[in-house]
């Protein structure tokens, strides 16, 4: 009993100290990645900003995940595409994969620029982050379909969607067409660099999908009263 | 290799820090450091059947031209080669260096400089694929104890005969080489004739190709009809360690066991006609890129269109490609395919 009595007595210090679950102390600060904020001098600092860094300087701050940089070259979507990409925790074939698929991109628009005549080389477009997030913007779709049971059967209502459950969408979509949908022997880098390509400007599987979903909704317009959101 | 001009090439049209107009190795030198030359594309196929790392290769083919950076290793080499005494025994000279520093790379413009100046070339790619990953070994016909390896010795021999045609007419063999029973290539017939044989008659390539560098040694200092000969290996300390390979007993094969790497340890020992004694090698070390090396690949590659990110074109890209690289040219290399 005198054991657990001077247990108590100690400052709080956590026994276990928590870095890689989500669930910390709410007391625990968010860690700041990016370089800019560290780089404005004193007087710059709005009061808000003051407060902040009085703050940082007395609290605990949560670690830092392994997938944040500060790195310029850091996308969010992009590490979001890794991640959907990823099996098994393997992150490093997860990102091995799409580096190739962004260098395969890469490669294949450089060619055609360089075979291309002079009037035609403006059009074509080499940067493989900009065919990357056009492609995923012509994949996700305007509105989706909700299962609601009314009167004990269950009707596919159109609802719109958040912009999250778009961006999940488009991506799983690219993903599952990719991994079920092509030949045996082609390696994912190919396969996903061939989709994108093929998304980006407009045709191939996954927006014929994307259509096929705006169908359906337009079809179920009837029973959109069914929504009650 | 590219070589830094400090004083800045005057011509108007074509005017950049990282090319030069000079494509001709010999003619290159210091003024020329840091800068990009380009491999004229008739030349290419021809000189390069084999021997250019694969990433490059890939680059070749998707920048519609083939270019060099004229770098300090490389110049030292052909200067070296340059000013060497051919009456005494052969020099041999060792390129070193990290990983990925660019001394394949090296060798390869040493190479183009001597098939330019005429010489024959003798071309290894790459040790390190004679010794490991052999699909075939058949026993040698020739000598009981040495193993073959006929898909390799046949495939050298095809990329022997694109790099040197036109020594394969004039050299004639002094000596008579029996291939089988019914087969044998008599004295005084050209050399083009033992090298088709090798490629058609796969079995007995290995013999074919020990046979071949044994002419070559013989007559390479020779002064009627006398050419200048190089050879050039890369991956040479794969001659000497351990290979992959095993034989059926599940025993593993020496390097010495081996017909290719035997005939290649003997064409290095350089007793060729005329040179008797074995020579220390001169060592040339090859290191990363400099600052103003990576200067110039960095503009070439943005002129090339490669560095597609836009924050690799900021001045914030350019200090974390160099900071994640440390100068390496290889790892640049990849960083930017996928920037």
Known sequence: MAASLTGLLKPWTPRVLLVRWSRYNPYYLEPEPRKEVYHIPETELTPEQKEERELKSVRPIKAATNSVTSSVFNDPVLSKFVNMMMKDGDKIIAKGIITQTLENMKRKQVEKYHKAPEGKKAEIECNPYAIFHQALENCKPVIGLASIQKGGKFYQVPIPLTDNRRRFLAMKWMITECRDNKHRRTLMYEKLSQELLAAFSKEGNVVKRKHELHKMAESNRAYAHYRWW | ?339
């Open chain 2, 1 to 339: 290799q590219q070589q830094e001009a400090i004083g800045m090439e005057t011509r108007p049209e074509t005017f950049s820090i990282f090319r030069t107009q000079e494509n001709d190795p010999a003619c290159q030198s210091e003024q020329h450091l840091g800068q990009y030359y380009t491999v004229p594309p008739s030349h290419f196929h021809t000189v390069f059947p084999h021997g250019l790392p694969p990433r490059y290769q890939q680059q070749v083919k998707t920048f519609n031209e083939g270019c060099v950076m004229v770098r300090q290793p490389a110049l030292e080499l052909i200067s070296h080669l340059k000013r060497a005494d051919y009456s005494k025994p052969t020099l041999r000279y060792l390129l070193y260096g990290v990983k990925g520093s660019g001394k394949t790379m090296s060798l390869c413009h040493t190479v183009h400089y001597c098939s330019t100046q005429g010489w024959l070339v003798l071309h290894i790619p790459d040790a390190h694929l004679w010794v490991k990953n052999c699909k075939e070994l058949l026993p040698s016909s020739y000598h009981a104890s040495r193993f073959d390896q006929p898909i390799q010795a046949s495939n050298w021999l095809r990329n022997f005969r694109t790099t040197n045609e036109h020594f394969l007419s004039k050299i004639k063999l002094r000596q008579r080489y029996v291939w089988t029973k019914r087969e044998s290539t008599e004295e005084g017939r050209p050399l083009g004739e033992l090298v088709d044989m090798g490629v058609s008659r796969v079995k007995s390539s290995s013999d074919v190709v020990g046979a071949v560098l044994k002419e070559l040694r013989l007559q390479a200092g020779g002064t009627e009809g006398g050419f200048r000969l190089a050879v050039a290996v890369d991956g040479v300390n794969g001659l000497w360690g351990r290979t992959t390979l095993k034989k059926e007993d599940k025993s593993p094969v020496a390097p010495e066991e081996l017909t290719l790497v035997h005939n290649l340890r003997k064409m290095i020992n350089n007793d060729w006609e005329g040179f008797d004694s074995m020579d220390p090698f001169v060592p040339v070390p090859v290191s990363l890129y400099s600052e103003k090396e990576f200067e110039s690949c960095y503009l070439y590659y943005l002129d090339r269109h490669w560095l597609q990110h836009p924050h690799s074109q900021t001045e914030e890209g350019k200090k974390e490609l160099i900071f994640l690289s440390n100068r390496n040219p290889s790892v640049l290399e990849r960083l930017c395919a996928f920037l």
